[in-house]
């Protein structure tokens, strides 16, 4: 019997076996290129087996792949939007591999986004995006100003701070440090402030630590954006979108630790892998563990950051991204420092100041606890030749706790007092869903790319906060003895143990819709036309402790966009010129008379026009424009009225910008970048009226990096890098009655590095002369010092 038994799991499993085989030698295999009509890779062009589920997706280099196909004769289809999908007959024999190529033709143009991206240019910049214009759109079509900064850069900067990153950015200036408990990096750009809003084209909240670890790309948006971002997110300087990382189709990661001087100590990981043999499942996954000290007595951050993300191609034409963030750490408060700069101190500058900027006046046991993440979705799904839809779901939210402190100079700036707040709880969330449409079609034989949208913006909060001032009576600044040293934790808590905290909750709701329209005119002039409708609608801020509402309403906004692109030499040169408007909401205001006065939305025009370039296939490109932008219904107090307001105020912004990406011969790389802003309020309070605001940051800013890496022989990998930045004198506080000025300085910083498959050694310098300097905004924030950053990375796999 159980010889019986033995036979036949034998027989079955020997015709399980040989009818596998038999079913493998039935099938075969697809493979081609995919180019358009210059010859070169048509990226991201699906491809299609017609009667069947299975399909792919073109490769950077133009090549796709179809495995076990079983043996028949098939229509293959490859289509993607503005380009004229084809289709051609294949036959596929058992066990045998048939190519099929295509070449195609654009549709009526050429699609841009494929084209640059195949191209052979400078890997420090990108010269298009789907998320600028949420639409894929090449640099010199579009008429809007943005510089993108790339991973590759970022790399080889040896960047571990996301500051770093925007001293890339011409015309940006840091004003507040990216840091946990605030926000997320606030900048100047062309004169007015702003911060990291979006992320993936998509609402992220402008608040908390930024780890550049999952940055594919960061893209610095020029100019008044409300159009297609809205205006709670995009000030009227701009705003800037993290373009993040995403899985691929093959194994491959970095492993990475760098280390320094002020105890810098950072483990970093990139590990992507195919999670089936399809690879239609990708998974990748970006995570940092980070210390780092301080070069003042006391200060240091320390968190865990980790950043997963899967990509599921449902079929041929449906592809879902989901990915998510988590962070958690303890840090200080970021160093603040409020200078008395009226006129009766005498103190209008740094080399006034009788202080020492070492010490740091809050100890490291003042320590804020933060964990915050988020969780990302997005849905593609290609419903034509013509139409594509894009879903995207996005929720964020920040907790913190724990006690926090900033200083103030007193009178004279002879004595000094710590302002301290404690928070028992903060929480910040943000919702948001977002519909897009894009189609690519032709009206009359001109073609239109066309941009549909639908918004729904959720913010919600709820805070435990208690403040005061520490400090009775002030320290002495210079001296400050014993004293130096009572803020403890522990003094701190029993500081706020009999206070009244402040708890409250607030909602906000924003519902959008927006339209835009490519619309080309010949193969080398296009307009473009835009316009977005917002309500924006507060519940006001509830007091959990009165139970009382205050700061309720509504208000609806239009916000209109031009364009105009000149293609003087096609695909190289073109002029470019555009009218974009920014807003944002103002709330009513109670008069002194108890009378409530209603507002209108701040409203900023921009006017702008300049020239883009893209020469030597992509290898030489840049941009230098004109803008002029001008902000109106700024509630003012009233001059003739004390104590009421008014909505007639204005302020003014113009400037130039330039910038250059070069890449003359393989291994070489400068970028280059210049900006001149003049920015002035031109009707606000007398003790203002003229002069320049001190959110406008510095005149003149200058950003440079030029590298050279060996290509070939014995040294091949060895790479030497060496630049900086300038930034002319900054205004942190000016009126008639005060006036205080950040000197201006320049920073130079250098690298060395070994680059080889399978690992990577560098070593960065930041700061090489030890420069002493500066930043704020209404405030003094003394930079680091000379820093020394050394990296060893294990790479594996296939590396994208």
Not at 369 to 397: P, V
Not at 422 to 428: D, F, G, L, P, V
Not at 636 to 649: K, L
Request: with cysteine.
């Amino acid at each position: 019997m159980n010889s019986l038994l033995c036979s036949k799991k034998f027989y079955f499993t020997f015709l399980f076996l040989f009818s596998s085989a038999i079913l493998f030698a039935q099938t075969g295999t697809i493979r081609g290129t995919v180019k358009t009509s210059d010859g070169k890779p048509a990226e991201f062009v699906t491809i299609g087996l017609q009667g069947t589920s299975k399909g792919t997706v073109v490769n950077q280099k133009g090549n796709y792949s179809l495995n076990k196909v079983t043996t028949g004769t098939y229509t293959l289809t490859a289509s993607f939007i503005g380009l004229v999908p084809q289709s051609k007959q294949v036959e596929v024999k058992a066990g045998e591999t048939a190519t099929v190529d295509f070449m195609l033709s654009e549709n009526n143009e050429q699609l841009q986004e494929v084209l640059v991206k195949g191209s052979k240019g400078s890997k420090f910049t990108r010269q298009s995006s789907t998320t600028v214009a949420k639409m894929p759109l090449s640099n010199l079509e579009n008429p809007q100003v943005y510089t993108a900064v790339t991973k590759e850069l970022i790399q080889q900067q040896q960047i571990t701070m996301y500051s770093d990153i925007i001293k890339n950015v011409p015309g940006v200036s840091l004003q507040l440090p990216n840091n946990a408990n605030g926000p997320g990096g606030t900048v100047a750009s062309r004169g007015f402030s702003s911060a990291a809003t979006l992320r993936n084209g998509v609402p992220a909240m402008a608040a908390g630590l930024i780890d550049p670890s999952n940055i594919e790309t960061l893209e610095a948006i020029k100019g008044p954006s409300g159009t297609l971002f809205g205006g709670p997110l995009s000030s009227f300087g701009g705003l800037f979108n993290r373009v993040t990382k995403r899985p691929f189709d093959n194994l491959g990661g970095t492993i990475s630790y760098s280390a320094g001087n002020y105890g810098l100590s950072r483990l970093t990981a990139d590990v992507n892998t195919p999670l089936n043999e399809d690879k239609t499942l990708l998974f990748r996954v970006n995570a940092a563990k980070h210390y780092e000290g301080s070069f003042q007595d006391a200060g240091f951050s320390n968190y865990t950051f980790v950043a997963p993300a899967l990509t599921y191609k449902l079929d041929d034409k449906t592809t879902l991204y989901v990915d998510g963030e988590y962070m958690s750490g303890k840090y200080n408060s970021f160093y603040r420092l409020f200078v008395d700069a009226s006129n009766a101190t005498g103190v209008h500058s740094i080399k006034d100041l009788d202080f020492d900027f070492n010490r740091r006046f809050v100890l490291d046991d003042i320590v804020t606890e933060t964990n915050n993440g988020g969780i990302y979705g997005q849905l593609d799904r290609q419903l034509s030749s013509q139409w594509k839809s894009q879903t995207n779901f996005s929720y964020y939210a920040i907790n913190s706790t724990g006690p926090s402190a900033y200083m103030s100079m007193g009178l004279g700036n002879k004595t000094l007092v710590r302002n301290v707040s404690m928070t028992e709880y903060a929480r910040n969330a943000m919702t948001d869903v977002q519909q897009n449409f894009n189609g690519d079609f032709k009206t009359g034989g001109l073609r239109n790319r066309l941009l549909i949208g639908l918004d729904y913006y959720h913010v919600e909060a709820r805070a435990s906060t208690a403040s005061g001032v520490f400090d009775v009576p002030p320290l002495d600044a210079v001296n400050p003895g014993a004293n130096y040293n009572k803020m403890t934790r522990a003094a701190l808590t029993a500081f706020f143990a009999g206070s009244t905290f402040n708890k409250t909750s607030s909602e906000q709701n924003i519902y959008s819709t927006y339209v835009q329209d490519v619309l080309s005119l010949t193969d080398r002039l296009s307009v473009l036309a835009a316009i977005r409708l917002d309500r924006f609608s507060s519940m006001g801020t509830f007091n959990l402790t009165t139970r009382a509402t205050a700061g309720k309403y509504a208000q609806t906004a239009y916000s209109p966009k031009f364009g105009l692109v000149y293609q003087v030499i096609q695909d190289k040169v073109s002029l470019f010129g555009n009218y974009m408007n920014g807003f944002q909401n103002v709330a009513p205001v109670t008069q002194p008379d108890q009378s409530i006065s209603v507002f209108q939305p701040q409203k900023a025009y921009q006017l702008e026009g300049g020239v883009k370039f893209s020469a030597m296939d992509g290898k030489l490109a840049g941009t230098v424009s004109y803008y002029d932008i001008k902000v109106s219904n700024i509630v003012r107090q009233d001059p003739d009225h004390a104590g009421f307001s008014i909505q007639n105020g204005s302020q003014l912004s113009k400037g130039i910008e330039a910038d250059v990406n070069f890449n003359p011969f393989q291994g070489f790389n400068l970028i280059a970048g210049y900006a001149y802003n003049d920015s002035k309020y031109t009707l606000s309070a007398p003790s203002v009226d003229g002069l320049r605001p001190p959110s406008a940051g510095p005149k003149n800013l200058v950003n440079t990096w030029a590298s050279y890496r060996l290509t070939n022989g014995d040294l091949k990998g060895l790479g030497l890098g060496f630049g900086g930045n300038y930034a002319s004198e900054n205004i942190t506080a000016l009126s008639t009655t005060s006036s205080f000025i950040l000197p201006s300085y320049t920073i130079l910083n250098a690298s060395v590095s070994y680059d080889k498959p399978k690992y990577r050694l560098g070593l960065k310098v930041n700061n090489l002369t030890s420069k002493k300097y500066f930043i704020g905004w209404g405030t003094t924030i003394p930079q680091l010092p000379r820093t020394f950053i050394a990296e060893f990375a294990l790479k594996f796999g296939s590396i994208k």
